[in-house]
């Protein structure tokens, strides 16, 4: 049973029991059997109850309502996807066995969108309980008391109450001191110092003659990019890419991607294809951003972006989309850790890093078509732009009244590439909301409570290449139960990142990233 059938149920049921108490009240009274003072007050609250049932019975609909609508579109957008994925065949660019693969999970997602459609109209038309489940009677809550023991065995019963909650009182203790930033000694929180080094850069390599890539697994995040000729027809990566230029033939030249996923890849139907990629690790939070180029010729592309922090990792993704020499200049020190050999036979790409300190600077790359007879209109030019914040060496100390509370804990970070109980440690890209709230989501643990605390998150809808739009929300719980909504947009777009922060008063463990339709490719949380 889903959590909205059971809503139903229950609200139905309160619904039917309130109107046959009303209608007993009503009997009584047409027999005179009751006061006025008696009937009109006993009437009232019978009119709340069945007033507060009706309510929540509208609400329940109107949320079935916007599940529905969010999964229409989702149906729309694998469709549109079949549609492109049958021209592709037709023209040539997928083989048929490729065609037929793909083909088949696109089917299976329309028929499992179709599944979850029927039901959901099921329980919209629902009229009465006999729809969703049959009747439902409140079950009495279970006391205990001592009232009714001997003097010896109450004092029994009092003993194992108090061993019991003695018990329940070491395991919180237990449980929190198990947190990563949090010592417990009697009723005090002792300083808990973590040495995480700088943030980290690894397997840089750039591929030519290839449209697929495999780095390394382990890593927080891998930055992808790729160009081509530009003459003929290239698809978007696989995962995760956020920007691509279309060159003034009309085609897709170059693109970028960020990605929790270790491996990516692409379709092409031109030559001297190349793809990038580099692993990053120990970072706390993460902005990204692009300039690009698709004039003939292109002969370079900039982007300004801001740094906040000081000593953030500044990594560069440059594509010279039907270039053949690249340079990349305007940021100091920086560092190439892997590019195309200017040797005028492949696409030009180069990965570089740096650390800068807070400020504004602009990343130029320089690029030429080398190449005897190439068509300046297949050019374009793409850079990316990564700047990572460094996490913390040390920790200040954590004061608490509560033992049980861990109270302004610093740069506890984690994303939706970590299992917990809630996720399997995947973001992309149609993953459900294991709680069923929305229709899309990821959960992630912080793996201990925190109180009163910033909180930093990212949030990246999927479904960038069908233009989709959706609303985002985020929640926090401390239960995983009970969830609070603290942020919401509306017409957020795929494949780009939304940042925010926001102060959190409550306590809480778990925080909850969704959106009803276009999926989540990704979302991280990071609290201060």
Known sequence: MSKEEHELQKAFSEKEKTEK?????????????????????????????????????????????????????????YNYALQNLEVRFKIGELKSDEFQKDQ???????????????????LLNAQSSSDVGGYLEKSKGISIGTGSFSAGRKKTVLVLIAIIAVIAIIGGLLLISGGPQLGITGNSASLVTHNIGPTSLSSAVVNEQSTSLQLPAGAQLYLYGFGTGGAHPSSGFANGQYASVTNNAGYSVAALASSNINSNSFTTGTSYQVIGGVAISDFSTYTESYGSNPSPGAPSASDTFTVTDPESLVVIVAIAGDGQTQTVSGIPNLQIDAASPNDHTS????IAHTILNPG???????????????????????????????????????????????????????NCSQSNAFNTGSCCCWIRDPTGGHAYGHVMDLGTVVSNNDVYFE?????????????????????GVTWTLFWSQPNLLGWTTYTDTTHIADSFRYIRANTDSCGVDWSSVTVN
């Open 360 to 414: 504004t600077y602009t990343v130029t790359e320089q690029t030429l078509q080398s190449a005897a007879g190439q068509d300046p209109n297949n050019a374009g030019d793409l850079i990316g732009v990564w700047v990572f914040q460094l996490l913390s060496t040390s920790e200040k100390p954590i004061v608490s009244s509560n033992p049980t509370t861990l109270v302004n804990a610093m740069n506890i970070s984690v």
């Open 104 to 122: 088949q999970k696109l089917k299976e997602k329309i028929q499992k969108s179709e599944n979850i459609l029927s039901e959901l109209n099921k």
């Open 459 to 479: 949030l990246r809808p999927g479904a960038g290449d069908a233009k989709c739009k959706t609303t985002g929300y985020m929640y926090y719980s401390l239960d």
């Open 347 to 350: 696409n030009a790409m180069t």
């Open 21 to 77: 108490l009303i209608s007993n009240l009503e009997n009584l009274n047409t027999k005179g059997s009751l006061s006025v003072t008696q009937y009109t007050q006993i009437k009232n609250g019978y009119e709340k109850t069945l007033s507060d049932a009706t309510t929540t019975i509208e609400q329940i609909k109107s949320r079935l309502s916007q599940k529905i609508a969010s999964e229409n579109t989702n149906v729309e957008l």
